[in-house]
Structures are given as structure tokens and as C-alpha cells.
């Protein structure tokens, strides 16, 4: 049971309030990969691991006709009732992006926001021939993911504090990631505290592990699987600096 896409999934947009706003940038930059990218126009999109609907929405609100598919149905019913909400049509399926069984009926498949992650050296290739399978010829597969280096991110602080709102309940959101160099997994740990109005307080842990993959790595696994790999920095060409990436591959 993970608490951050069950328990909490109806607080997940205002966790992640800021990456919401910055969406739209996203999905301009990846309206450019479909057009430069890939081999064939895309129309039809599966969005995996599409979570509350960040993304999927953005996609369905451009015209592209998107099917969402997530593990929890909590994320899903937060999704759907946005979608129904702003009258998008959207299809949600509840899934494990390890056993989706399509056959060649996708133009794009996207996984946004780090969820690749999710996915161990072994799980990643299932993931990949899953993907490949789900693509038309010419298809695009494209996934974000960070830097290992979360020094970056906490500019020498163990951790990060910080506040949200969600109506009239305040959310006080402490973040640490531990990184294992030798296995090379990322533990990332989250308190969420939800204070009421009148001054209760509800407490949530997530604990959660991540794996995490090098630029280079990640084109090595994804070549075995892809016709065409690039790599790409964060909303543009691949730079030394760069913090997030992401990953194009075309079937
Ligand atoms: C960080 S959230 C990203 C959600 C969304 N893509 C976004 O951009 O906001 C990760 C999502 O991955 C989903 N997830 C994790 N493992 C999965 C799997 N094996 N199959 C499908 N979804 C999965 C979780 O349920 C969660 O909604």
C-alpha cells in the first residue's frame, strides 16, 4: 500500500501544486518531440502511470484522444472526476504498466514525472517490451526522469520543508532522499502532516524506494529495445548541466 497514491492521492495536486503549473511548459516541449521526433503523426497517446492526471489532462484539453492507465484507483477517481469536470474525454484504466497487453495501437506512449523510476533493471525491460509492443511503427516512447545527484535539489540541507493548501487545510510537506551508491536506489521518504482548521493534525509517512539511472544507462537498456534513442535535457537539447531528462524513443 503506498500512501502517497492511496490515502493521500486526493492531497496530490496540491503536494505537487508547482509542477502542476508548470505543465503546460511540458507538454509544449513534448509536443515538439512528437513533431520532430516521431516517425508517424500522433493522434492516439497511452499515458502510463498517469497518476491524478496531470499530463493526461493537458493532452486530452490539446486534442490528442489519450487513454490514462494507473496501479490506484484512488489516483484514477481524483483523474476521472477532473476530466468529467472540464468535459475531456478520456478513457482511465486501472493497470500495472507491466502487463498492459496492446498491440500496435498507439502513436505516442508517455510516463511522466519520474514514475520510469518505478521500474528495477529487470522490470525496465519488461516495461520497454510492453511499450514497444503497445507503439505503431514509427511510435514515440517518451519518459522524464532526474539527476542522481539530489545534492542539487537540497543546496546542503538534509531535507526540505515546505507548505501547501488544499481548501482550508494546510499541508506542512517534509521531503529526504537517501541515495545507496552501490545498488543504486533512491529512499524516498515524505511526511505529510494535514492540519484542520481547528488546529488537529493528521500524519501521513511515505516511504518509498526508487531506482535510479544515468543518462548513459538509460540509453543502453532502451537501445536494446528502440530503433532510435535520444536523450534529452530538461525542455531542450541534452546540456552538462542539466538535472532532468528525458527520454525519446522511437519505435
Ligand atoms: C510520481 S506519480 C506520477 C503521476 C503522473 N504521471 C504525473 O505526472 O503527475 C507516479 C505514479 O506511478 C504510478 N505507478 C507506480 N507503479 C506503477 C505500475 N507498475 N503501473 C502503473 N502505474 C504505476 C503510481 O500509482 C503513481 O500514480
Not at 511510435?139 to 538534509?158: E, H, L, M, R, T
Amino acid at each position: 500500500m503506498h500512501e502517497l497514491y492511496t490515502a493521500l492521492a486526493e492531497y496530490y495536486d496540491a503536494i505537487y501544486r508547482r509542477r502542476a503549473e508548470r505543465v503546460s511548459r511540458e507538454i509544449d516541449f513534448v509536443e515538439e518531440l512528437f513533431k520532430n521526433e516521431a516517425e508517424r503523426e500522433v493522434r492516439r497517446i497511452l499515458d502510463l502511470a498517469c497518476g491524478t492526471g496531470i499530463p493526461t489532462l493537458e493532452l486530452a484539453r490539446r486534442g490528442y484522444q489519450v487513454t490514462g492507465l494507473d496501479l490506484h484507483e484512488e489516483m484514477l477517481a481524483v483523474a476521472r472526476r477532473k476530466a468529467e469536470g472540464k468535459g475531456l474525454n478520456i478513457e482511465f484504466i486501472q493497470g500495472n504498466a507491466l502487463e498492459i497487453d496492446f498491440d500496435k495501437e498507439f502513436d505516442a506512449v508517455t510516463m511522466f514525472f519520474s514514475s520510469i523510476m518505478y521500474f528495477d533493471d529487470s522490470a525496465i525491460q519488461e516495461l520497454f517490451n510492453s511499450v514497444n509492443q503497445a507503439l505503431k511503427q514509427g511510435g514515440v516512447f517518451i519518459a522524464d526522469f532526474p539527476c542522481w545527484d539530489y545534492s542539487y535539489y537540497y543546496k546542503g540541507q538534509n531535507n526540505v520543508v515546505w507548505d501547501e493548501r488544499k481548501g482550508d487545510e494546510r499541508l506542512v510537506i517534509t521531503d529526504w532522499r537517501e541515495v545507496e551508491p552501490a545498488t543504486q536506489k533512491l529512499h524516498f521518504k515524505r511526511l505529510v502532516q494535514i492540519v484542520k482548521p481547528d488546529g488537529s493534525v493528521r500524519a501521513f509517512m511515505v516511504d518509498d524506494e526508487l531506482n535510479i539511472y544515468t543518462v548513459r544507462e538509460m540509453r543502453l537498456l532502451a537501445e536494446k529495445h528502440f530503433r532510435r534513442i535520444k536523450i534529452y535535457g530538461d525542455l531542450h537539447e541534452l546540456r552538462p548541466s542539466d538535472r532532468r531528462y528525458w527520454l525519446v524513443a522511437v519505435k
